[in-house]
């Protein structure tokens, strides 16, 4: 039986990983940084490993070492920074493991915001208007910054989860914020805010080894924490092979390779997706396209040890939610007695929960456990707290 290591192994998505994988006959094991999350007591998983997490400096060498001396098959990542190291270290991963990563340099022309609007740019691809704040040194003197049309979101080239995104409010306003931001998070990028009232959507492609889309899905944000802009906590997956072929398209161009997931927010004025970023790894809310038939798990790991892909029929209307992050949503939001969907429909033919899959209790308990405790630390809630304003 082949063996698939999940890295960030913790997370909810990496449960609902677990359970794909072994319905297709693959051992799992999740590395985890810590008990107290929902991988570590899956019942999915036939080994659970503590280890540093991505973030961590000794990651790398840690995980290189701990390769050494354990075989797998496969490598499948749950976090930008464990893909990101996947792609860093791709020459020295392929003599220990199985991988399934484009190269460095395609991995950043689409994980780095700033490279991926400008590729959209030059394609005519659907991006908001960006300016790269690379080398631009006397901000007073750059036309295109004073006449900037704000408010703007002022975003770090490389981060996750909203992390560092700042909303502009005025030409004044960047002078006296992008010095700190920068600092902190590395270069950055101007671009242009879409204001409320558009969806927000993510869309999963898996190609196949030419580069071609090969299965995909749609997923539609219906709900978010942080309730200002943030991981979804109610969505669901729906048709639209428009924005597919946009987004394959993309992926087409920069010679991507493997698994991507996009996110993209409407203009509520023109009705347009507009592409914001890409995910080099599979999202934590992907359970509903799991569901809706789309087991990218499986097919990461099949293309992986260089199997054909299987055969897949792609059935939207699958509705998932985050309990936890619901009920936070509901204790936030003005929204809460007349939400659509409804807030209080917890039972339905097509729903499913990302943190809670039935018979899996024990995960379900410490990986809530866990969530509350992170919620504590103010360092934890600063880092998820969305776009600062």
């Not at 990496?14 to 570590?40: I, N, P």
């Not at 671009?191 to 869309?203: D, L, M």
């Not at 054909?308 to 509901?330: A, D, I």
Request: aromatic share 14%; proline share 5%.
């Amino acid at each position: 039986m082949r063996k698939v290591l999940i890295l960030d192994g913790g997370a909810t998505h990496a449960v609902a990983m677990a359970e794909c994988l072994k319905q297709s006959g693959y051992s799992v094991s999740t590395m985890c940084s810590s008990k107290s999350e929902y991988g570590y007591h899956t019942k999915f998983a036939d080994e659970h490993i503590l280890g540093p997490d991505s973030h961590e400096k000794e990651y790398a060498s840690w995980m290189i070492n701990f390769l050494k001396k354990h075989r797998y098959d496969v490598l499948i990542p749950t976090s930008d920074t464990a893909a990101e190291f996947m792609s860093h270290y791709k020459r020295e991963l392929l003599e220990l493991s199985g991988v399934l990563i484009p190269d460095k340099t395609i991995f950043d022309d689409g994980y780095d915001k700033n490279k991926l609007m400008k590729i959209c740019r030059e394609n005519g691809f659907p991006h908001p208007l960006t300016i790269d704040l690379f080398g631009i040194k006397d901000f007073d003197n750059n036309n295109e910054l004073v006449d900037f049309s704000y408010p703007a979101l002022l975003k770090p080239n490389l981060t996750s989860g909203g992390r560092g995104m700042t909303l502009i409010n005025s030409f004044e306003d960047l002078k006296v914020v992008y010095p700190a931001i920068h600092e902190q998070y590395g270069e950055c990028h101007l671009q242009q805010f879409i204001k409320e009232g558009g969806r927000q959507v993510k869309v999963q492609i898996m190609t196949d080894s030419f580069g071609n889309v090969a299965y995909s899905s749609v997923i539609w944000k219906q709900r978010y924490y942080p309730v200002k802009g943030g991981s979804s906590c109610c969505n669901i997956t729906i048709d639209d092979p428009e924005i597919v072929k946009t987004c394959g398209e993309v992926l087409k161009r920069i010679e991507w390779i493997g698994f991507a997931d996009f996110d993209l927010i409407e203009d509520p004025d023109k009705k347009q997706l507009l592409i914001m970023e890409i995910n080099p790894r599979i999202p934590a809310c992907v359970r509903s396209a799991f569901k809706s038939g789309m087991d990218y798990a499986t097919m990461i790991a099949d293309m992986t040890v260089g199997q054909p892909l299987r055969r897949y029929v792609y059935e939207p209307g699958k509705r998932l939610r985050h309990l936890g992050f619901e009920m936070l949503w509901f204790l936030k939001s003005p929204d809460r007695f007349r939400a659509k969907p409804s807030w209080f429909s917890f039972w339905g033919k097509d729903l499913y929960y990302q943190d809670w899959i039935c018979g899996d209790f024990s995960s379900f308990f410490w990986g809530t456990w866990g969530n509350f405790k992170k919620q504590l630390d103010p360092e934890f809630r600063k880092a998820k707290a969305g776009v600062k304003v």
